[in-house]
């Protein structure tokens, strides 16, 4: 036998011994222990687009269209789905056999509700807003038909962000927080107590979708083998690393960098790296509640004062890079250059030069910041710093994460709010606009210019028009200063090594994995 016909054998031979081996060691039972920072703000998951909802909301539901580890739209509760020729209507025809945590099998009915329902109170329900009529055509056959063709729908419809999840018809007609939490995940609700923990236990009716050979991002073949999963909110950095390491939980979606530095050699605990894990960059309160920052000079001196490479050094150690662009340099909609002239300027002479022009007479600059999330209060400290250094007056103001979210949507009270953006801009490029756009944008002030070229990025046929639309949006943010930018966070992450075929991903998925 040849060397490379041996080495082949050997290679086939100890991929089915690992096959072999791995199919034995799988088994259900236990309590999974997931560690997050925050608490969720809702288990109502199309209202909410916070991290530690997600967590726990896409184990209990599920969605029509999915994405895939590398964010690109699959079918999930949908078998498949076909797109008329002139773009104007969906037809989605839904897997048989699935099961409602309540024991009622998926319809149509059910879809056409919950996607009704989304258009009416959904987080992002304006990327509804040309539904012109849902259907149940048959008993697996929902048909969506639009007033005019939107290229992005598969795109808005998958997105996890805030997810477009199936619920049971009878329960879709409910006010936001209503709802009693049934869906069709592979676990299902046991209870939520604020600020303590939820608990989910495995749903023994759940069906895994056999079109697919493993998971697969937020869809894929979902296989629950643990009992009960339990995540725990515990803010305190290391509370966290201590029940890691007391055996007390097994999975922490956050570890700091010296602790993680500590561990690498540990032989009961791995350390994961994701980066880019979120994207941080501040919004402003440009409105007449704005006060100093309702100013446009004032808003450009902030953008020229920060020292970004100093601020994410400080805050993140060595896990974070710097970024100008509010669009991923990996992404298809890559802005290029777009920003780069105003972005980590660190110029205080040109930043004080822009406050006296500005008018600028000492009032207090408010800062908002998550009290649970490091990043962002360790950012939030090096940014009133620096604006500090250039002779500004600033407070920050720590709140938990559904207090500090509020916070911002009220028109005064503050000016800058800091922010850590982890699965909008990871999933393409529709989810951040939605904060500068529209009557209840987040900077306070409706800009006409970044309406229009929202509705152009949505709308248009062609990805190069979509692109350049994507670029006059964000020219006008930076050069408005509705924002500064500052880097993308990376994010150190830390499993117990008895938890099995564990892989990170955008949550800390449960589903195909096993405690030894």
Known sequence: MHAHARNGALAIALTLLATTSLAHAQKRGGDLVILQQTTPTSLDAITTIEQGSRNVNLHMFEMLIARDEGSNPIPDLASKFEESADGLTYTFTLRQGVKFHNGKEMTSEDAKASVERYARIGFDRTDFAKIKAVTARDKHTLVITLNERVPSFIDQLSSPRAPMVVIPAEEAGKEAGKINMIGTGPYQFVEYLADSHAKLKRFDGYMPNEAAKDRDGFGGKKIPYVDTVTFRIMPEANARLAALETKAAHFSESVPNQAAKRLKDSKDITILKLLPWSMAFTIMNAGPGGGATAKLGVRRAMQAAIDVEELMLAANDDVFRLDHAFIYPESQYS???????????????????????????????????????????????????????????????????PTYTAKAQQPDGWNVYMGEFGLAPAVGPYGLPNFWTGPKNWQKLQDPELDAAFLDLKNKLTLAERKAAAARFYTRVTDQAYSVRLGDNGLLQAVRNEVKNFTPYRIPRAWGVWLE
């Open 335 to 401: 802005t290029g250059d777009v920003g780069k002239a105003v972005y980590n300027q660190a110029n205080p002479e040109k930043a004080k030069k822009l406050l006296t022009e500005a008018g600028y007479k000492g009032e207090e600059i408010v800062l908002l910041a998550a009290s649970e999330v490091a990043a962002v209060k360790n950012q939030a400290v090096m940014f009133a710093e620096q604006l500090k250094a250039v002779g500004m007056k600033v407070r920050i103001d720590y709140f938990d994460a």
